[in-house]
């Protein structure tokens, strides 16, 4: 059988689930292909030579490779096919966005015959993703005096290939459709037990929302075919949640527009909406797809006559309706006025929804292009030795005299690129930044690795000072999907130049630690700036952003991101912790008391948190840093003491060493490398010349926010209140009770102890917590099960040196086993233990997940609607998060504990401590 043969059996199984033939990237596949078009008598002739020109992918795809060397002989005359054309040649790969298209359209431009240079002078001036091998080629026979490069070179340094597009249209006419009601998670768009078909955009596309929802969205595209569909968050933000491209992309599928008519399934410029905006990370995959994204603001605060905010019998604000935004509501953006109209009534500005720099973006179909656009043209103008011309709106740059700078605005000024010289900025200020370590997750891998490809990326930058490719999404259930996607990911990765988790070769022992773990462990200096494809990558060192697939994509391929200095929120603490509470508690009774102290105003929401823990090393704030992601915040930034610091960067130092004693290491020695810098940083600390990150006295903050230890009475508890009349307050994080709110009789169904909350400690109170029991009853017994996931594999070899593994193995009724991975996803649980293997397991969802209906207790991050539990008839799914000690006892008792049984099961044990600064 071929490999066409092969194709046409795949293309009649995905006919049977509604689905067209999966687009080409393979080399062989597109070779049979060109084969069969060159032979006019084949049979599959005429199929082929569609599959060629509509179903093949662009960029750096193998298949891309095969198809633009394909169309260069067609514009040689050396190979003649009547459907395609020269001229038609010469388009196809005007589409192919970059690598072996650009190689052969410079082939043909620096070639010998004037008329085909010409035109093939006119596609590159319309093109964007140009690498260093594409543009010293130009500048080689400019300097040689070639005509057409120079040309060529012109163009670029007037930034043709942006002013010669459409102008943005001023009206937009759009039609609302309200997604949910309260904030609206990427799972919903993009569910997380789906992950294994978002490579497979248009499979990936049909597990949006419901079905439905699907038939609404195409009803209202029929009922009003002149305008897009805006997914609405009715009185929620919209996209919170996991970093997911896959998200947006699905938004983009099925409500906004083909990118090329030569590349399927890959949609831009989809509109969305929430009444309180958009998640940051969700808005920049927006700006990826050139989208619109709106902060609604139509619900506000009731108040009274004399301006005091009306509140419910649960000490709530009411709301009431500004405008209504009722699915099937047809409105308006304007871009020139910048308002957003329902006929002719003006509902709300939208000026920070359509920025220069947002319109732009919307103006290229995405904000690659625009990155791109400006690199190749000021090496054009340098290369000219001219002026580049004022063409895209300028960075905006605020200095504001005499007023200090943030931790963030310190870390963003030292790694600026191409700003004023001299020149301090300021929250507000547009930068590009130097990227230092780049994070990958294998669940959104494989897009990462389609969006290099259609970057014409191939290989890592050099200013990258690391980047790891992560396993641990997929470390639970080595299924068959698990086996086809992540090897040809690691392998993708391994050869661009990322550290990865999984040898391509198999030399090495696979690591599914946590990816934020990992993160945090390869960043060696509290200057650094980190992106990663989760929206928990929050180190406790540096500044660390979660961003989308593309956004990797882009820091792996530029070493750089572009994006606002973000304003800050500074978080200290005062008094003193209760010994019998743990730190988990301290993070959520954060959150609790900032919404008290601003009349639920979340003044985290979209901001940098510059949380003040610095006695507690970077495992242990890490904690705290995580957690900024459910408290909606940008990022945040751990300000370290100088000896808190050292010992951190020493344990990172060490837990490098052992990546490169399993030989993780690459060609480029990164890891080493890092070990050095960690070395170098240490000494900096040491001999004073450069103390630990602080930010200035006199810096200014959105809000400053200070935690009353003294008042944190009980262990604190996030409910996702899944019974509270108000839809729109359900699965937020935002509701946080103590103990006591259950009354010692709330059951529970399952514990889980894992993710990336947790660091060695918490594995330590769990072995501590059963000796207590043993001790005290005899024997330990669940009443429900107990799922305890480690991180990462160095946790459990320092368990099992210090001897706490053999006391969870004990009591284990299943252990993991790295020789006879599981192959299918546990459904049902017994009341035992059960120690499983590294990684995200039932936090992540996509291969765990509790059984349906049942009421868990976890140390995880989310407890969105349907993530680690599903409802069932009858009984809605529930995931309650909490500290360590509340989980594993809940699940010994098979219920929420009372305040004295927890007190009493925790005397003795070394609980997570934290004391101020200012204590200290």
Same mark, same amino acid.
């Given at each position: 059988?071929?490999?066409?043969?092969?194709?046409?059996?795949?293309?009649?199984?995905?006919?049977?689930?509604?689905?067209?033939?999966?687009?080409?990237?393979?080399?062989?596949?597109?070779?049979?292909?060109?084969? +069969?078009?060159?032979?006019?008598?084949?049979?599959?002739?005429?199929?082929?030579?569609?599959?060629?020109?509509?179903?093949?992918?662009?960029? #750096?795809?193998?298949?891309?490779?095969?198809?633009?060397?394909?169309?260069?002989?067609?514009?040689?005359?050396?190979?003649?096919?009547?459907?395609?054309?020269?001229?038609?040649?010469?388009?196809?790969?005007?589409?192919?966005?970059?690598?072996?298209?650009?190689?052969?359209?410079?082939?043909?431009?620096?070639?010998?015959?004037?008329?085909?240079?010409?035109?093939?002078?006119?596609?590159?001036?319309?093109?964007?993703?140009?690498?260093?091998?594409?543009?010293?080629?130009?500048?080689?026979?400019?300097?040689?005096?070639?005509?057409?490069?120079?040309?060529?070179?012109?163009?670029?340094?007037?930034?043709?290939?942006?002013?010669?597009?459409?102008?943005?249209?001023?009206?937009?006419?759009?039609?609302?459709?309200?997604?949910?009601?309260?904030?609206?998670?990427?799972?919903?768009?993009?569910?997380?037990?789906?992950?294994?078909?978002?490579?497979?955009?248009?499979?990936?596309?049909?597990?949006?929302?419901?079905?439905?929802?699907?038939?609404?969205?195409?009803?209202?595209?029929?009922?009003?075919?002149?305008?897009?569909?805006?997914?609405?968050?009715?009185?929620?933000?919209?996209?919170?949640?996991?970093?997911?491209?896959?998200?947006?992309?699905?938004?983009?599928?099925?409500?906004?527009?083909?990118?090329?008519?030569?590349?399927?399934?890959?949609?831009?410029?989809?509109?969305?909406?929430?009444?309180?905006?958009?998640?940051?990370?969700?808005? #920049?995959?927006?700006?990826?797809?050139?989208?619109?994204?709106?902060?609604?603001?139509?619900?506000?605060?009731?108040?009274?006559?004399?301006?005091?905010?009306?509140?419910?019998?649960?000490?709530?604000?009411?709301?009431?309706?500004?405008?209504?935004?009722?699915?099937?509501?047809?409105?308006?953006?304007?871009?020139?006025?910048?308002?957003?109209?329902?006929?002719?009534?003006?509902?709300?500005?939208?000026?920070?929804?359509?920025?220069? +720099?947002?319109?732009?973006?919307?103006?290229?179909?995405?904000?690659?292009?625009?990155?791109?656009?400006?690199?190749?043209?000021?090496?054009?103008?340098?290369?000219?030795?001219?002026?580049?011309?004022?063409?895209?709106?300028?960075?905006?740059?605020?200095?504001?005299?005499?007023?200090?700078?943030?931790?963030?605005?310190?870390?963003?000024?030292?790694?600026?690129?191409?700003?004023?010289?001299?020149?301090?900025?300021?929250?507000?200020?547009?930068?590009?930044?130097?990227?230092?370590?780049?994070?990958?997750?294998?669940?959104?891998?494989?897009?990462?690795?389609?969006?290099?490809?259609?970057?014409?990326?191939?290989?890592?930058?050099?200013?990258?000072?690391?980047?790891?490719?992560?396993?641990?999404?997929?470390?639970?259930?080595?299924?068959?999907?698990?086996?086809?996607?992540?090897?040809?990911?690691?392998?993708?990765?391994?050869?661009?130049?990322?550290?990865?988790?999984?040898?391509?070769?198999?030399?090495?022992?696979?690591?599914?630690?946590?990816?934020?773990?990992?993160?945090?462990?390869?960043?060696?200096?509290?200057?650094?700036?980190?992106?990663?494809?989760?929206?928990?990558?929050?180190?406790?060192?540096?500044?660390?952003?979660?961003?989308?697939?593309?956004?990797?994509?882009?820091?792996?391929?530029?070493?750089?991101?572009?994006?606002?200095?973000?304003?800050?929120?500074?978080?200290?603490?005062?008094?003193?912790?209760?010994?019998?509470?743990?730190?988990?508690?301290?993070?959520?009774? #954060?959150?609790?008391?900032?919404?008290?102290?601003?009349?639920?105003?979340?003044?985290?929401?979209?901001?940098?948190?510059?949380?003040?823990?610095?006695?507690?090393?970077?495992?242990?704030?890490?904690?705290? #840093?995580?957690?900024?992601?459910?408290?909606?915040?940008?990022?945040?930034?751990?300000?370290?003491?100088?000896?808190?610091?050292?010992?951190?960067?020493?344990?990172?130092?060490?837990?490098?060493?052992?990546?490169?004693?399993?030989?993780?290491?690459?060609?480029?020695?990164?890891?080493?490398?890092?070990?050095?810098?960690?070395?170098?940083?240490?000494?900096?600390?040491?001999?004073?010349?450069?103390?630990?990150?602080?930010?200035?006295?006199?810096?200014?903050?959105?809000?400053?926010?200070?935690?009353?230890?003294?008042?944190?009475?009980?262990?604190?508890?996030?409910?996702?209140?899944?019974?509270?009349?108000?839809?729109?307050?359900?699965?937020?994080?935002?509701?946080?009770?103590?103990?006591?709110?259950?009354?010692?009789?709330?059951?529970?169904?399952?514990?889980?102890?894992?993710?990336?909350?947790?660091?060695?400690?918490?594995?330590?109170?769990?072995?501590?917590?059963?000796?207590?029991?043993?001790?005290?009853?005899?024997?330990?017994?669940?009443?429900?099960?107990?799922?305890?996931?480690?991180?990462?594999?160095?946790?459990?070899?320092?368990?099992?040196?210090?001897?706490?593994?053999?006391?969870? +193995?004990?009591?284990?009724?299943?252990?993991?086993?790295?020789?006879?991975?599981?192959?299918?996803?546990?459904?049902?649980?017994?009341?035992?233990?059960?120690?499983?293997?590294?990684?995200?397991?039932?936090?992540?969802?996509?291969?765990?997940?509790?059984?349906?209906?049942?009421?868990?207790?976890?140390?995880?991050?989310?407890?969105?609607?349907?993530?680690?539990?599903?409802?069932?008839?009858?009984?809605?799914?529930?995931?309650?998060?909490?500290?360590?000690?509340?989980?594993?006892?809940?699940?010994?008792?098979?219920?929420?504990?009372?305040?004295?049984?927890?007190?009493?099961?925790?005397?003795?044990?070394?609980?997570?401590?934290?004391?101020?600064?200012?204590?200290?």
């Amino acid at each position: 059988m071929s490999v066409y043969t092969d194709y046409l059996q795949e293309i009649e199984e995905r006919k049977g689930q509604g689905l067209h033939p999966k687009p080409i990237d393979g080399a062989e596949l597109t070779s049979e292909i060109i084969a +069969q078009i060159k032979d006019s008598n084949n049979p599959n002739r005429a199929d082929s030579i569609q599959f060629l020109i509509y179903n093949t992918l662009p960029g #750096t795809t193998p298949a891309a490779g095969v198809k633009a060397k394909f169309l260069k002989e067609i514009i040689l005359d050396e190979t003649a096919v009547a459907e395609i054309t020269p001229t038609f040649a010469f388009e196809l790969l005007s589409h192919m966005k970059g690598g072996p298209s650009i190689e052969a359209l410079l082939d043909l431009a620096l070639g010998n015959d004037e008329a085909i240079a010409k035109q093939a002078a006119e596609v590159l001036k319309t093109q964007v993703f140009l690498y260093d091998a594409d543009t010293a080629r130009l500048a080689d026979a400019y300097k040689a005096g070639n005509a057409i490069a120079k040309d060529i070179l012109e163009s670029y340094a007037k930034a043709e290939f942006f002013t010669k597009l459409p102008e943005v249209a001023e009206e937009i006419k759009i039609v609302t459709f309200i997604a949910g009601e309260g904030d609206i998670s990427t799972d919903l768009l993009s569910p997380g037990n789906q992950a294994h078909s978002r490579s497979d955009r248009e499979l990936h596309g049909k597990c949006m929302i419901t079905p439905e929802a699907q038939e609404q969205i195409r009803a209202l595209q029929a009922q009003h075919p002149d305008a897009s569909v805006m997914l609405i968050a009715e009185k929620g933000t919209m996209g919170v949640g996991s970093s997911r491209m896959s998200g947006v992309n699905n938004v983009a599928l099925w409500t906004g527009k083909q990118a090329s008519p030569y590349v399927p399934f890959v949609n831009i410029a989809p509109i969305v909406g929430g009444t309180n905006g958009i998640s940051p990370i969700f808005l #920049t995959t927006v700006d990826v797809t050139g989208g619109i994204g709106i902060d609604l603001k139509n619900w506000t605060k009731k108040v009274d006559e004399n301006g005091n905010v009306v509140r419910n019998e649960n000490d709530e604000p009411i709301l009431e309706e500004v405008y209504s935004v009722a699915t099937g509501t047809v409105l308006t953006i304007n871009t020139k006025t910048k308002k957003l109209y329902n006929g002719d009534q003006e509902l709300i500005d939208i000026a920070r929804s359509l920025t220069p +720099q947002k319109m732009e973006f919307i103006k290229a179909g995405g904000s690659y292009a625009i990155v791109f656009g400006k690199k190749i043209q000021t090496f054009a103008a340098q290369t000219l030795g001219v002026e580049a011309p004022t063409v895209f709106a300028p960075a905006k740059e605020i200095s504001i005299d005499g007023q200090g700078l943030t931790a963030v605005e310190k870390i963003f000024n030292k790694n600026a690129v191409g700003v004023t010289p001299g020149k301090t900025l300021h929250a507000g200020s547009d930068v590009r930044v130097k990227v230092n370590i780049v994070g990958s997750q294998d669940t959104t891998g494989l897009m990462t690795a389609q969006e290099l490809e259609s970057m014409a990326a191939t290989v890592i930058s050099p200013i990258v000072d690391g980047a790891y490719q992560s396993g641990c999404h997929t470390a639970s259930v080595w299924d068959k999907k698990a086996q086809t996607n992540i090897p040809k990911l690691m392998k993708f990765m391994n050869d661009f130049g990322v550290i990865t988790a999984r040898d391509p070769k198999g030399e090495y022992h696979a690591m599914t630690d946590v990816i934020h773990k990992v993160l945090n462990d390869i960043t060696i200096d509290e200057w650094a700036i980190i992106i990663g494809g989760d929206s928990h990558t929050r180190m406790s060192k540096g500044v660390a952003f979660g961003a989308d697939s593309g956004t990797v994509a882009l820091a792996l391929a530029t070493g750089e991101a572009s994006m606002p200095i973000p304003e800050s929120v500074k978080v200290t603490f005062k008094g003193e912790m209760k010994p019998y509470m743990d730190f988990r508690d301290v993070v959520h009774a #954060t959150q609790a008391q900032m919404l008290k102290q601003f009349d639920g105003e979340n003044v985290f929401q979209g901001r940098i948190i510059e949380v003040h823990i610095g006695t507690l090393l970077a495992d242990q704030a890490f904690t705290f #840093t995580d957690w900024t992601a459910e408290m909606k915040a940008k990022a945040s930034i751990c300000i370290s003491q100088d000896d808190t610091l050292i010992q951190s960067l020493e344990i990172a130092k060490s837990r490098i060493q052992i990546m490169i004693n399993k030989g993780m290491d690459n060609h480029n020695k990164v890891l080493q490398g890092l070990i050095d810098k960690a070395n170098k940083r240490i000494e900096e600390i040491k001999s004073g010349s450069k103390p630990a990150l602080q930010p200035d006295a006199n810096a200014k903050y959105y809000a400053e926010v200070v935690i009353d230890l003294d008042i944190i009475n009980e262990p604190m508890i996030a409910d996702p209140d899944v019974n509270n009349e108000d839809v729109s307050k359900r699965y937020t994080h935002d509701t946080i009770r103590d103990l006591t709110y259950y009354g010692g009789t709330k059951a529970v169904d399952l514990g889980f102890v894992g993710s990336c909350m947790v660091h060695k400690d918490d594995l330590k109170i769990v072995s501590q917590m059963l000796r207590n029991v043993e001790k005290k009853e005899g024997e330990v017994k669940f009443n429900a099960p107990l799922v305890v996931a480690a991180p990462t594999y160095n946790i459990i070899d320092e368990l099992k040196a210090e001897g706490d593994w053999e006391m969870l +193995q004990k009591y284990s009724g299943f252990e993991f086993n790295d020789d006879a991975p599981k192959n299918a996803a546990r459904t049902e649980y017994e009341n035992i233990m059960y120690l499983e293997r590294p990684g995200c397991n039932l936090c992540m969802g996509n291969q765990e997940k509790a059984e349906k209906g049942d009421t868990v207790m976890a140390t995880s991050t989310r407890l969105f609607q349907g993530r680690v539990v599903e409802d069932r008839d009858g009984k809605k799914g529930e995931s309650l998060l909490a500290s360590t000690p509340v989980v594993v006892l809940s699940a010994i008792l098979g219920r929420i504990p009372n305040i004295e049984e927890y007190q009493d099961a925790v005397e003795g044990i070394n609980l997570t401590k934290f004391t101020p600064i200012s204590c200290h």
